[in-house]
Each structure stands twice: as C-alpha cells, then as structure tokens.
C-alpha cells in the first residue's frame, strides 16, 4: 500500500489482522484473513487496460503486518488475485517465497510458506511490483498454519467426464462462489502425474480426485471447440468426499477434418511458460487436438513417447516439428525427420534461412508465425519490411513460407483485422500462403492450448494413425480452415470448396457458408471478401439452439439464414460472375468467450488500451476462375498486363483500372515506377484511387 493513500495505514492492517487472527485461534481453523479488501495495483504509470483508465490505483505495491505464531512446518498462502500479467513476486519479511500466478483471471493462487518463515509476533508480507506496466487486483490474502496440500484438501471431489459412457480426456474447471478459479489440489494416490493441475483447471484423462476448500463450487467439464459444456454446482464441506458425473456430446461436426494446432510449446523444452511435456499430453487431448505439432524454441521435439507413457497416444498423431526462433523472425517447420540436425537458427536472410529450413530431413511445411509481433526489436511485418497493401516485401526477394498465422491465440492483436489484411495483400501479389491458426500456448491454463487452431481436410476415422503426409499436403493445397470458437465451411455452386479453382464460371456465382459453433459459441456476422475486398455481409444475430430463421434469397444481394439444432446455420449469397479472377474468403465473428473453461486471453503485444474479445472463423481461399482461361490471375498478375500496356499513359492506366477492382488498383501503384500526382487521381474512379492512396500510405 503506497503511505497516505486513502487505504488503511499499516498499523491499521496489523491491528485488524492481530483481531481476526485472535479470533481464529479461538476457533477450530488455523485461518486468518489477512486481507479482505480489494485493491488496485499498478506497476509503471500507464493504465494498462481501459477497465482501468478511470481507477485511481492504491498503490504500487501491498504491504500487510500481522500477528502470528512461528511456523515449525509449512504454512499455506492463498491469494485471490485478478489481471497478473507480469512477475509480481511475494515477500514475506523481507525474504522471496513466491510470486502471484501469472493469469489475467481471477483466481486463487497458493503459495506454501516454508517452515520458519512466519516469527513470533509481528511479520510482513509484501506484493511487489515488476518493472514492467501491470495493473493488477488483490482481492483477499488467506493464511493457513496447515501445509498446502492439507490446507487445500479440506474435502475431496471425484469427477468422471464420460462420453457416450466413456471417460474422455477433458478439462475440468472449478470456480468458487465469488467467481475465481479455485484454489485446489490433484489427489494422484495411485498413479502420480496422471493430471496437470493449475488454479481452477484440471487436465486429465476422464477421472480426477481433487481436494478442495470448503465452499460451494461450479464444475465445468469441457472438451474443446467440438465438444458441450456440461455444469454442476457441488458444496464441499469439512473432510467430505463428493463425487460427480459430467458427461459431454459432440455438438460440432467436423468427419473429415483434422483438429490440427500447428504450434504447441511446452517449459521442459522452451525454458518459459508452466506446461510440462506430460501435462501437455493431457491438455492437447484434453482439448480434442488430433494433430499437435511440437513446436519449441531451436529444438526438434517428438510427443511420440510422453503421448505413450501418459496413455494419450491413442487421442491424437503427434508430429515432430520445430519453431526456429530467429532474431529476424520465427518459423514453425514441420514434420523434422527423427535424427534431423536443428537448423541455423542465427540466419537473418530469409532466403538464407528458407534454404536451412527445407534442408532439414522430413520437412514439408513452413509456417510464418506471429507476422505482427515484436520479438529482438524485429516485426517481420513492420512498415519498413512489408508493404501490407501490395505485399512486396522490402527486406529482399519474393517470400518462400508456405502457410502463415492467421490466428494465434496467445498473442491476439488489438485489431484482429490486421493481421487477415496482410494475408489478403500476399495473395494479391500472388502468393499461395495458406492461412493457420494456432495457440502457441507454453502453459496448462494461462493460454487454452488448441485454442486457436486449424481443421486441415484429412480422413480422421482414427486420430492415433492420422496420414501426416497426407495432412501436409492437404495444407499447402490450402485445404483448411480456421478456427477460434467457429467454424466456417464454404463452397461455391455446390462442387467446389476451399483450395478449389472454379471453373466454367456462368453468369453467376453461388456462394454457400456453414457456421458451426457448440452451444457455447454463436456468430454474429458473417463476411465475404473477394481479393481481400469486402463484398457481402451477413449479421444473422442467431443463437445456437434458437429456431430457424429463413429469409428466401432474392437476385444479387438475396440470402438465405438457417440454423439447425446442431448451433450451424448457413448463409447462400448470389453473386454477379467477377469481371475477373478473385479468390473468396469468408471470416465469420461472434462476441468473446468469457467463461472460465475458454476463457481467451487479452492482446499480448497491444497497440491500445480497448480490446473487443470474440470467437473467429476464417476459411481459405476459393479461387475463381472467371476470365476462363484455366487458371488463377492474381491481381498483381493483372495490373503488371495494364501497366505494361499504358504505363506511360496514366490517364489511359486509370480508366482502364476502372473495370478491376481496388486490389488490381493497388499492385498496380506498386507497379509505377513514378509516384502518380493527386490531381492525375482526382479523375479516376474511386476504387482506383482507393487502390492507389492505400497503396501510398501502406495501409487500406
Ligand atoms: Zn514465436
Ligand atoms: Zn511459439
């Protein structure tokens, strides 16, 4: 608490914490709350979230004096703590004994207390601010004398998740009566390291034993995207064993697709985050990944064994992949054949590093990841390496990645178009990059692994031999689709589907959407985007479960809504034949995932304080063939025609523009070897000059 604050004063909090620790000892518990109040707390000098704009914080740090007796054995903190973000580190006179549990959820986090570090009489406890900017909440401090696992075990609670009768690998979340993640412990009597435990959450194979505090509880199982949600409420009393059956239903099909997540870590391999190459086996088939690809740091990791050994294999085809974490960029690639040396991983040209990489024995596919982020002062997207209009890259010759991160859950970006509109400019140039989504999740619970992910058209009758190969070509071929709590499938006249050329266009197109969401999901808006150009645009606002709605299609703009009991409903627009090649790509969004067993993370590099939290679906491209010459035109492939023909002609340039769209427009401006004046502009049409002034600026 930062002195002359509005809060207690010190002597105050010894005071109220002595009374309350009296009374405890009068009483059977060994409890004392330290700590009842909420405060804020900030590190640095920005609110770092617009929850927090308007909130006076009451402090840098948390100080707490109170009573207590020596501890001759381990004594038991437990922190309701929300918004962690950084290391905040707990001191306890003057001495380190843990941090808070890095989670911007509100959770209960417990911390043990080695024996001796409580003296006799007056001590203090300290929450300590990291450099870096974080606003965070203390909501209480709870000290047990009890070592942790007897303070937290104070009843026990056996939950079986079964499908179809079955117990199924899940993840079982545990809120408290106030909404936090439960402080709790994993009761592995017979077989040590069957689960991975963190606050609130619970990975493991269908059964689990856990101890808990006394009080009444909300237990989720869940599954994944494709999977229900089912709920109970449980009271815990004093040294109590409950039980509790949950039981889930698929509720999105997907027979045919593969639930592939393209970037997987774990801490043994990747030094940072908390998930340990066991506990990931749990956590991937705990989330119905059927294809994970291991993916730490400058190292060529196989799950073959731990998928084994925890008894997982069976739930999913693990594939040995790499993420070679360069200064100029991070590349996931995949499948590394067994014995592979690990690729030079300091290459700073990309052509350079493109050739290590497909050097590698097995390795099929190259991924771009995290395009926007920022890791050693490098954004492999930043204005000065990439026109994100035309898709030129300015650090040397054409890009060699086969497929790029669309999607990754852990680091959402503040605006979550930014990242489409770059892919959207590649293809425009006319690159074939296939679009992922992945989770990069290093952790149990702070990031759901599978969380981002990709549905690669495969045969998935059985998820323990899936054909890698087979996979692998399926996702350079573009036959995939991305996922963050949705589902889009699409098809144009029926026949064709995405990595498709449609050919013999008539005088019309018929686009088909399917939106898939569980029960626990919904889209709002669906879109369609032709050469990265928005050109329909459907909010059917419906719920999963709730009725049909349909609206019959009429001409050009008519389209169709319906929804089943399954939570998909489709959308058909009509659409004129294109006056040239296009490719269609639908994105489909709904509002965000609060609750506790999807919860999705904040940006984690933000460009803003606002964030708007929501589900994604994203296909690949169908490309059209409306010029009927059998094969795709891009649009640079265009605009280098038109500018051949009238480049020294620019008023002939623009009118002839006229008759493409702004995509055409814009590789064409980068095709001009002159700057074009604005006044030349001012006649053309106005998605010619969109196409040029967006162009100009590096941004649409
Ligand atoms: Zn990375
Ligand atoms: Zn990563």
Not at 49 to 71: H, K, M, S, V
Not at 156 to 184: C, F, M, N, Q, Y
Not at 315 to 336: D, K, L, Q
Request: aromatic residues 8%.
């Amino acid at each position: 608490m930062k002195p002359g604050s509005n809060a207690s004063s010190p002597r105050r909090w010894s005071l109220a914490a002595g009374l309350v620790w009296l009374m405890a000892l009068g009483a059977p518990s060994h409890a004392a709350v330290l700590h009842a109040r909420t405060v804020h707390l900030r590190s640095g000098d920005q609110p770092e979230w617009e929850q927090f704009a308007t909130r006076t914080p009451d402090g840098p740090r948390l100080d707490l004096t109170f009573n207590a007796p020596r501890n001759d054995t381990e004594a038991t903190l437990f922190i309701r703590q929300d918004e962690v973000r950084q290391d905040w580190n707990v001191e306890l006179n003057g001495k380190r004994i843990g941090r808070l549990f890095t989670m911007e959820a509100d959770l209960v986090h417990t911390i043990g207390v080695p024996a001796g570090a409580l003296k006799e009489g007056e001590n203090k406890l300290s929450i300590v601010p990291p450099k870096a900017n974080d606003d965070i909440l203390i909501h209480e401090v709870v000290l047990e004398l009890k070592p942790s696992r007897e303070a937290t075990a104070e009843g026990t609670l056996a939950v079986r998740v079964t499908e179809k009768g079955a117990p199924v690998p899940s993840r079982i979340t545990i809120v408290d009566s106030r909404g936090a993640l439960a402080a709790l412990v994993a009761i592995t009597n017979a077989a040590p390291g069957r689960l991975a435990a963190r606050p609130g959450v619970v990975y493991g194979d269908g059964t689990a034993n856990i101890g808990l505090r006394v009080g009444t509880y909300t237990v989720y199982a869940s599954r994944g995207f494709e999977y229900s949600v089912a709920t109970q409420t449980v009271r815990i009393a004093k040294g109590e064993s409950r039980t509790l059956a949950l039981s889930l239903t698929r509720e999105v099909e997907t027979r045919g697709l593969v639930g592939c997540d393209t970037h997987v870590h774990t801490v043994t391999h990747s030094g940072h985050g908390d998930c340990h190459l066991d506990e990931r086996m749990f956590t991937l088939a705990g989330e119905g990944i059927e294809l994970p690809i291991a993916t730490d740091h400058n190292t060529n990791i196989n799950y073959d064994l731990p998928a084994e050994r925890t008894g997982m294999r069976r739930w999913f085809t693990p594939v040995a992949g790499n993420e070679v974490t360069t200064p100029a960029g991070h590349f996931n690639i995949f499948p590394v054949a067994a014995g592979a040396p690990v690729p030079d991983y300091k290459l700073m040209d990309w052509t350079k590093l493109d050739a290590a990489l497909r050097a590698t024995p097995g390795v099929r596919v190259v991924v771009l990841n995290h395009p926007r982020n920022v890791h050693n002062n490098f954004q492999p997207f930043a204005a000065t390496n990439f026109n994100a209009v035309s898709g030129e890259n300015k650090r040397g010759p054409d890009f060699q990645f086969d497929a790029m991160e669309l999607l990754n859950s852990s680091a959402q970006q503040s605006d979550y178009m930014l990242v489409y509109r770059d892919w959207f400019a590649l293809l425009n140039y006319g690159y074939r990059v296939t679009g992922v989504g992945s989770s990069d999740s290093h952790d149990v619970s702070r990031y759901i692994v599978g969380q981002g992910r990709t549905y690669i058209e495969t045969d998935d009758a059985d998820t323990a031999r899936i054909d890698v190969a087979a996979a692998c070509s399926n996702l350079l071929a573009g036959r995939a689709l991305v996922s963050m709590g949705l589902l889009a499938r699409m098809t144009v006249n029926d026949r064709f589907r995405v990595g498709d050329l449609v050919t013999n266009v008539g005088d019309q197109l018929r686009v088909s959407v399917n939106v898939a969401a569980p029960s626990w999901s919904s889209a709002t808006r669906v879109e369609l985007f032709a050469n990265g150009v928005r050109v329909r645009e459907r909010a059917p606002g419906i719920l999963p479960g709730q009725s049909a709605v349909t609206s019959k299609g009429s001409g050009l703009t008519g389209a169709a809504t319906r929804q089943d009991a399954g939570g998909t409903f489709g959308v058909e627009w009509v659409l004129p034949r294109p006056a040239h090649d296009v490719y269609l790509i639908v994105i489909a969004t709904g509002p965000g995932v609060d609750a506790a067993f999807w919860a999705t993370p904040k940006p984690y590099q933000p460009t803003s304080p606002g964030w708007t939290n929501r589900v994604v679906a994203v296909t690949n491209p169908i490309w059209v063939d409306a010029d009927g010459d059998g094969r795709f035109m891009p649009a640079r492939g265009y605009a280098k025609h038109l500018v051949e023909k009238h480049g020294r002609e620019l008023a002939r340039l623009l009118r002839a523009l006229a008759d493409f769209d702004e995509a055409v427009a814009a590789q064409a401006a980068s095709l001009c070897s002159t700057p074009i004046e604005a006044h030349v502009l001012r006649g053309a049409a106005p998605h010619v000059r969109r196409g040029f002034e967006a162009y100009a600026t590096g941004h649409w």
